[in-house]
């Protein structure tokens, strides 16, 4: 463990530029409380960066029928754009593209809604759903190489970008098991790095061209054999070659929770900004942010600034949460949770920085 109170003389904005919370975005009932947890608990831990999974909670006007039948109004989004630009919080909407397409046996808004954009229509939705199972069925993907299928996710990604008044926009794009399938007449017999970073490449420049920036979970770039990280938090279907074919400016969202994995390093000396993005273990996270400061304060200029900085991630749903914030709903552990990583890392990087 490194001493950080060493580095004390540094501000929190020097130490870690991003302080960082990462949830779904609240639905419209809970709404409320939601811009309350932001001004009374994110705001004062100095929280600067909040990414809002709205994926298809928001009442599309270009594609109405992608929303879900409780999703949030423009007038609704506005109130969280105020409360954000009152604490000078960086408001950064998310939508899932690629992978995640369904959850366990549901097929979700955009392949309920564009069925021909499935990369693997072949695969029966079950009934009940387990994993492992014989087909390998994670989540659902898109086709990348499908001709029509940019039209409608461009169409509500620039839709949600526009009523989030945001500059950077979160892909997601973690965990993409179904990709460059035998079956799919496009993607066969293709590299699937190539599939995967044509991809990104096509979001960061249609997004580039109204100066807007990118960012995605890292697990498709880390090789998961080598490293012994696995299927999850790195790719085991060839993917990890990718990180030498995606532009430089899109910034990496790199998620370990079990343990303090250096892989920030290795995106950053491949020339990417990086984001060490813990979930429940207050131990590992706080670890994380100390090697965050260290390798920041050891690096070349070059490489220190790519060390962005942290961003505490939440699986629950909003309502969920603040639920298990104010007690109200016990965790299922109540050592490693969601909310008791956050409340740690937050006060030990509040402890060790002055202003
Ligand atoms: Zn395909």
Redesign the pocket.
């Known amino acids: 463990m490194v001493n950080i109170s060493l580095f004390a003389q540094d501000s929190i904005d020097g130490l870690l530029p991003v302080r960082g919370f990462c949830i779904a975005a609240p639905r419209p009932d809970n709404l409320e409380p939601f811009i309350q947890f932001i001004d009374n608990e994110l705001a004062p831990r100095k929280v600067n960066t909040l990414v809002l999974r709205v994926d298809w909670n928001y009442q599309y006007k270009s594609y109405p029928q992608l929303q879900d039948s409780i999703a949030l109004s423009k007038a609704e989004v506005k109130q969280i754009v105020e409360t954000c630009r009152k604490h000078n919080i960086e408001l950064i909407p998310h939508i899932n593209l690629l992978g995640h397409q369904s959850w366990h046996s549901t097929t979700l808004n955009l392949l309920r809604e564009f069925p021909e954009f499935n990369?693997t229509p072949h695969i029966e939705m079950p009934e009940e759903y387990k994993w492992p199972n014989e087909d390998g069925l994670y989540c659902l993907?898109?086709?990348?190489?499908?001709p029509e299928v940019h039209d409608v996710v461009f169409a509500a990604m620039d839709e949600i970008m526009d009523v989030f008044e945001a500059k950077i926009f979160h892909a997601g794009m973690d965990e993409v098991f179904y990709?460059?399938?035998d079956k799919?007449?496009?993607?066969?017999g293709?590299d699937k790095a190539e599939?995967f970073a044509g991809e990104v490449r096509l979001i960061r420049d249609h997004l580039a061209q109204n100066d807007r920036e990118l960012w995605i979970w890292g697990d498709r770039l880390i090789d998961g054999a080598t490293t012994g990280m696995g299927m999850w938090e790195a790719s085991m279907n060839n993917t990890y070659r990718a990180i030498d074919m995606i532009p430089k400016d899109v910034v990496i969202c790199d998620w370990h929770y079990e343990r303090p994995d250096p892989t920030a390093v290795y995106f950053a000396m491949k020339g990417f900004r990086v984001i060490t993005c813990p979930y429940r273990n207050p131990d590992v996270a706080v670890e994380q942010m100390n090697n965050m400061i260290t390798w920041r304060r050891n690096s070349t200029a070059q490489i220190s600034e790519r060390f962005m900085g942290m961003m505490q991630t939440v699986w629950s749903d909003a309502e969920q949460y603040l639920d298990q914030f104010y007690g109200k709903r016990p965790p299922r552990n109540q050592d490693e949770n969601s909310v008791a990583c956050f409340k740690k890392l937050f006060e030990a990087m509040n402890k060790e920085t002055i202003e």
Do not use: F
Request: include cysteine.
């Open positions: 990369e993907s898109y086709c990348p190489l499908h990709i460059g399938d799919c007449p496009r993607c066969r293709k599939l």
